[in-house]
């Protein structure tokens, strides 16, 4: 199976950025669309951004366009997450996910179409 570790939460306060990374195991890291999704209190699991295999296609939840930025360094396994100007309403686990079925140029916003999830990492802005 595949297996991703989420690190680089914490605490930030508003305004403040943190850049989110999920290492993925195997070495067909660049044929998997790769999202990462959020879930706060009470609240369901959302989308936040996604991308192909190749970083060439991104998607963005309209809450963080223009704050935050998806990118993938293939060669190391890794996706990322920048989250500038944090706001209190970003707080929430973060988890990273791995499509490894279909074609890598789909990138879909729904945490149905992905096939394995992190354990999640923690990001909580005060303000």
């Known amino acids: 199976q595949v297996q991703l570790v989420e690190s680089g939460g914490g605490l930030v306060q508003a305004g403040g950025s943190l850049r989110l990374s999920c290492a993925a195991s195997g070495r067909t890291f660049s044929s998997y669309a790769m999202g990462w999704f959020r879930q706060a209190p009470g609240k369901e699991r959302e989308f936040v951004s996604a991308?192909?295999?190749?970083?060439?296609?991104?998607y963005y939840a309209d809450s963080v366009k223009g704050r935050f930025t998806i990118s993938r360094d293939n060669a190391k396994n890794t996706v990322y997450l920048l989250m500038n100007s944090l706001k209190p309403e970003d707080t929430a686990v973060y988890y990273c996910?791995?499509?490894?079925?279909?074609?890598?140029?789909?990138?879909?916003?729904?945490?149905?179409?992905?096939?394995?999830w992190g354990q999640g990492t923690q990001v909580t802005v005060s303000s």
């Open positions: 996910a791995a499509k490894v079925t279909g074609v890598s140029v789909v990138v879909p916003s729904s945490h149905e179409a992905y096939d394995y």
């Open positions: 991308t192909s295999g190749s970083g060439g296609i991104t």
